[in-house]
């Protein structure tokens, strides 16, 4: 019996270009599920009022929402606004889940998460108010299919 090269070789090649196209995809799925170590801060419609940033763009976020003090939201330049994040307290050990809602001030950024103020007293309770930052490891939430 005689066997064709010509099929061999073609069916190699495509398991070759699969094996590599699929570890490409795993590798960028494994290094985009990491945690980041972030330094939270919280902000309110009072702290925005006292910033003056309240009045310009009448508590109106990135995303064209309201802000609310006790909604579980952040801001953040890192992620895509709407992402859920799920946000752990290094020192207590919480979790919360917030959704990106707005941008960070420039002047803020690098390794920073702004939580509103309800996200702020789930994650540390009223301590967390007046610490004022906390340090904090951030992961993408997965939804459950």
Same mark, same amino acid.
């Given at each position: 019996?005689?066997?064709?090269?010509?099929?061999?070789? !073609?069916?190699? %090649?495509?398991?070759? !270009?699969? %094996?590599?196209?699929?570890?490409?995809?795993?590798?960028?799925?494994?290094?985009?599920?990491?945690?980041?170590?972030?330094?939270?801060?919280? #902000?309110?419609?009072?702290?925005?009022?006292?910033?003056?940033? #309240?009045?310009?763009?009448?508590?109106?976020?990135?995303?064209?929402?309201? !802000?609310?003090?006790?909604?579980?939201?952040?801001?953040?330049?890192? #992620?895509?606004?709407?992402?859920?994040?799920?946000?752990?307290?290094?020192?207590?050990?919480?979790?919360?889940?917030?959704?990106?809602?707005?941008?960070?001030?420039?002047?803020?950024?690098?390794?920073?998460?702004?939580?509103?103020?309800?996200?702020?007293?789930?994650?540390?309770?009223?301590?967390?108010?007046?610490?004022?930052?906390?340090?904090?490891?951030?992961?993408?939430?997965?939804?459950?299919?």
């Amino acid at each position: 019996m005689r066997i064709k090269w010509d099929f061999v070789i !073609f069916w190699l %090649i495509t398991w070759a !270009f699969t %094996i590599v196209f699929w570890g490409f995809w795993v590798m960028v799925c494994v290094r985009g599920c990491q945690a980041q170590e972030l330094t939270a801060s919280w #902000y309110s419609v009072q702290s925005l009022k006292d910033e003056g940033t #309240y009045k310009t763009s009448k508590g109106i976020m990135a995303n064209g929402e309201k !802000f609310k003090d006790e909604a579980l939201t952040c801001a953040t330049r890192d #992620y895509p606004l709407g992402t859920v994040l799920c946000v752990r307290d290094n020192e207590t050990g919480r979790v919360v889940e917030v959704k990106v809602t707005d941008r960070i001030s420039k002047r803020f950024q690098g390794k920073r998460i702004d939580l509103s103020k309800g996200s702020m007293v789930a994650l540390g309770g009223e301590r967390a108010l007046k610490k004022g930052l906390l340090r904090v490891e951030v992961n993408e939430a997965r939804p459950l299919h």
